[in-house]
């Protein structure tokens, strides 16, 4: 289909497990015909088999237990990782909403990491520049903004977060249990600006626990199980057989 | 093409100027510890060499003090170099941007931190009555521009082992003060006995560091060891770039 902008062909992904050779080359070494048993034959099977396709401006939640292989989902779709068999295509910039003060550095201010945050991003500084003060609107820090953000809250620090990538008109924005934090009026403003997003277009992909975020702000919905697709479809059939299951 | 070009230098820029930022902002008694610290050893060095063994060099200590601070540079990146992609996991584990500038930004705040550290050499330089020659203003920017090359291709390798040998580090902080004293700075390179002198032309670090002590005291260089060295930076460059290609594809699993 042409209007998919992510496209997951029958893809795997497995780990070698590193546990081995992670302890160090000492261990490594004592242990040399164990360790190079082990690289070649224990694996972690991560992801099993998985087939979709996000369409264009969808917005599209992923949810299942811990390690069902969600965020393993979420580092293929920002091809951090590669897959081991199968084909994953993004077409579009995409942007992970990091998760509290990751790209930020605790010793420089708000402002000063607005900059930085945004070049790893991948803008230029140019680009943000253009942008910045309106990111500074949108956090409703005020004068906090040229503090050091290890005076920041949590709460503060996601606003800071979400302010930046929600100003900078994202294609394919990738959510990961993010907006927990924040108090109620930052988390009512953060869904608002989602329900915009869609309007405006942009393909947001949304992990979450959260089912009541899912429900509002999803229109597809994929239940990982075990690392296999268990089912796919609308918001509210896919969560009442996710909860029945779990209860 | 060109905004990728635009990235690239501002992405390099930005995370410099951050650490540098954050190295000067606290105090600036950053400065004064970092160079208080090869000055130290200078003390120590002039103290166990000169007055102890009596080595017959002039102007023992601005010959000590012109290779320490290169030294300290380059000792103080390769040693920092094991941390920088495990200091930055949950970035890498998340966005796709060109993590190769990452030990590039560390070293070249190691540069511009010796570059300012150039003074106090000048002022020993002038204090022991040695002229001050044009050749630096050249010199300086063809042997940093050397180093750079060659302390990132090892930033880089022992950047991306490090991952997945976590103990990568202790060997880096053995092997770097062996190298120390393999290398002729705290003495030079006419006492090595003439049986081993050959070997010197295999340690990239001797190439550099005869030439950085060439230049603030008689502002030569020794073209020799300036292509060796030159030579020796493209070879570290090429094997860790290699080494980087073939391990950052599994960053984001190991972290």
Known sequence: MSDSVIIFERVSKTYPLYSHIARGIKTFLINLPKAIHD??????????????????????????????????????IAQVI??????????????????????????????????LNGILLGFT?????????????????GDFIDQPVRTYSSGMLARLGFSIISTVEPEILLIDEILAVGDAHFQKKCTNRMIDFRKRGVTIVFVSHNMDAVRQICDRVMWLQNHELKMIGSPDE???KYLIQQA | MKRQIRYYFDLLTTLTKKEI?????????GYLWSIANPLAFAFVFYIAFKVVMKIDVENYTIFLISGLFPWQWF??????????????ANLIKKV?????????????????????????????????????????IYGIPILMLIQILFTYGIALAISSINLFFRDMERLVIIFTTLLFYFTPIFYPETMIPQKYQSLINLNPLACLMINWRMLFLKGEFNSEYLFLGFFYALISLLIGYLIFRRLSIRFAEVL
């Open chain 1, 82 to 115: 590669k897959p081991t068999t199968g084909k994953v295509t993004v077409k579009g910039k995409v942007f992970p909403l990091l998760e509290l003060g990751a790209g930020f550095h605790p010793e420089l201010s708000g402002r000063e990491n607005i900059v």
């Open chain 1, 125 to 141: 500084k140019k680009e943000i520049m253009d942008k910045i003060e309106e990111i500074i609107e949108f956090s409703e820090l």
């Open chain 1, 238 to 240: 896919v969560v009442e």
């Open chain 2, 96 to 136: 796709n941007f060109p993590i190769s500038t990452l030990p590039l930004t560390t070293l070249l705040n190691d540069a511009f931190h010796f570059l300012v550290s150039i003074p106090v050499i000048t002022l020993f330089v002038i204090l022991y009555k040695i002229p001050i020659k044009l050749s630096w």
């Open chain 1, 39 to 76: 690289m070649r034959n224990s694996k972690f099977q991560a992801l099993k088999d998985i087939t979709f396709e996000v369409k264009k401006g969808e917005s599209f939640g992923i949810i299942g237990k811990n390690g069902a292989g969600k965020s393993t989902i979420l580092g293929l």
């Open chain 2, 75 to 88: 000792s103080n990146s390769v040693n920092a170099s094991s941390g920088i992609f495990l200091g930055n």
């Open chain 2, 21 to 29: 930022k954050v190295r000067y902002r606290n105090s600036i008694l």
